[in-house]
């Protein structure tokens, strides 16, 4: 049961340009969402987050927005960075079950020179 | 650097054995996570421990076991293991209980456990 689904497993883009990494989920109890950046031989590593209450977070060149009614969230990455290059993966979790966090399947970012 | 170490780096046994990974947690930290990604898929919660205390249960397997230590390092005991065992395992650790704000986890390298 994937409760949390990224439907590109790999995208491409040019350095310097935006980089839209997109997430959905099923479970509306869901009120956190995370993401999370992952490179070869190395364990996830926090990128940024959103509450349900907001439906924008921004940090530095990336940009995290929360549609509620469409249970899809998608990562924005503005300019677009060869070291941006990595796996990506979003991840939720519900307030009344706090200690459970699902995790998507990964989306594959390769930004080219 | 996490902080986070998992030991061993990499593992190879046979079906039917038993292996144990160990996770020491940032210094500080009370949670530890444990999460298995098999070839292609997410992370899949395993389970999730505070101060040495079972929190949350996730699809873990009867096969599979853990505890968190007083000095809070963590153990996952994987038993009766199976082809279809054979996966990245990563322990997380966070220094809060609850995800209200659901801080972020700090992911250890993994282990890579090899059924053969």
């Known amino acids: 049961d994937q409760q949390v689904k990224q439907n590109s497993p790999s995208l491409s883009v040019q350095e310097g340009r935006i980089s839209i990494l997109n997430c959905d989920y099923t479970?509306?109890?869901?009120?956190?969402f995370l993401w999370y950046k992952k490179y070869p031989a190395e364990g996830p590593t926090f990128l940024i987050s959103i509450s349900s209450i907001k439906d924008k977070n921004e940090d530095g060149r990336f940009t995290v927005f929360l549609n509620k009614s469409a249970k899809h969230l998608s990562l924005h990455i503005v300019p677009s960075q060869p070291g941006d290059s990595a796996v990506y993966f979003c991840?939720?979790?519900?307030?009344?079950?706090?200690?459970?966090?699902?995790f998507g399947s990964g989306t594959k970012l390769n930004v080219k020179p | 650097d996490s902080g986070v170490t998992q030991t061993p780096k990499h593992l190879i046994t046979a079906t039917g054995q038993r292996v144990t990974l160990r996770c020491s947690p940032r210094?500080?930290?009370?949670?530890v996570y444990w999460y298995q990604q098999s070839l292609d898929q997410g992370l899949q919660f395993l389970i999730h421990y505070y101060n040495g205390e079972e929190r949350a249960k996730g699809n873990i397997l009867e096969r599979f076991s853990a505890q968190q230590f007083p000095d809070l390092h963590s153990e996952l005991n994987l038993s009766s293991l199976e082809l279809g065992d054979s996966a990245l395992y990563f322990c997380?650790?966070?220094?809060?209980?609850?995800?209200?704000?659901?801080?972020?986890?700090?992911f250890g390298p993994g282990t890579r456990l090899t059924v053969l």
């Open positions: 210094s500080g930290d009370l949670s």
């Open positions: 479970n509306s109890m869901f009120d956190y």
């Open positions: 997380a650790s966070s220094p809060r209980l609850d995800g209200l704000g659901s801080d972020e986890q700090f």
């Open positions: 991840a939720a979790s519900a307030e009344n079950n706090f200690n459970k966090f699902y």
